[in-house]
């Protein structure tokens, strides 16, 4: 069936003041746990949004889509270090409403309700001087599996399944589409970055040249400088992806601008895929 027309959703994010939505802290080490965007989440919380009682590879949380009668296009949003899967849903009021979204947590715990996708080792400076490349391995493979699972759980189109994370939960994002991108329709980097461990599967390589991305970054970011922005940039358009980046006068943060970008750039894929 064609395309809904999509309805209103929520504010203008373009219209706002400068105030920030979205983890502005979220993951400054174990110390800074509690977000911007999860302390709107427990402040204001949707009556849409659920915590899902199912048994599944990851806790998560779910924003139906007000789509009925058809499959709906699946949003997997993945938090940063340190956070939980409330954290990011408090974005879901300003996202295309077709979106089933699923906010899920990370599957090793760094203390109480702060988790990752891989732990870091940091220096007495704090300084992140290591990162645990095996719990990412196996993060990226329970995402895979999860994708699978969430698309049957929720009676989401599997041709329309798109990644969203932020910082660490960009990283495990960018990891799963040049692993996985079959798995994908598009994936949306907030202030993360592409490792330069992380390389492509051999196989996967003509599917990134049709894997459309988003990358956002602030320029004053001082937990991933901007330098992380620009070579995750570089790296996708070397590998043919269909890239869109933008930088913001932001800091590790999501601004209303960048917001509003990312909900732009969703909906177009939507209107992209008749």
């Not at 080490?29 to 989440?41: F, I, L, M």
């Not at 709906?72 to 300003?94: K, R």
């Not at 994370?165 to 202030?191: E, I, K, N, R, W």
Request: net charge neutral; proline share 9%; charged share 15%.
């Amino acid at each position: 069936p064609p395309t809904p027309t999509r309805p209103p959703h929520g504010p203008n994010p373009r219209r706002a003041s400068n105030r920030t939505l979205g983890p502005s802290r979220a993951d400054q080490h174990r110390r800074a746990a509690n977000s911007e965007a999860n302390h709107h989440a427990r402040t204001h919380p949707n009556p849409n949004c659920q915590t899902t009682t199912l048994t599944m590879k990851l806790t998560h949380r779910v924003r139906r889509s007000n789509l009925s009668g058809q499959p709906a296009p699946l949003l997997i949003m993945l938090h940063g270090f340190g956070s939980n899967e409330s954290d990011l849903l408090g974005l879901a009021p300003y996202l295309d409403p077709r979106f089933t979204i699923v906010s899920v947590r990370a599957p090793y715990s760094l203390g109480y309700n702060s988790y990752a996708w891989f732990e870091l080792q940091f220096s007495p400076l704090g300084q992140v001087i290591g990162r645990d490349m095996q719990q990412a391995e196996l993060s990226r493979a329970t995402l895979g599996e999860f994708i699978g699972e969430a698309t049957q759980a929720y009676n989401a189109d599997p041709k329309q399944v798109y990644l969203m994370g932020f910082s660490q939960g960009a990283m495990m994002s960018a990891y799963v589409a040049l692993t996985q991108p079959d798995l994908l329709a598009g994936a949306v980097l907030m202030s993360g970055s592409v490792l330069p461990e992380w390389q492509p599967a051999p196989a996967a390589a003509l599917t990134l040249k049709n894997l459309p991305m988003l990358v956002v970054h602030g320029i004053e970011d001082a937990i991933l400088p901007i330098e992380h922005g620009r070579n995750s940039r570089a790296k996708l358009s070397a590998l043919g992806v269909p890239l869109e980046y933008h930088e913001y006068d932001m800091a590790h943060t999501i601004s209303e601008e960048s917001l509003s970008d990312i909900d732009v750039w969703l909906t177009n894929r939507l209107a992209d895929s008749g």
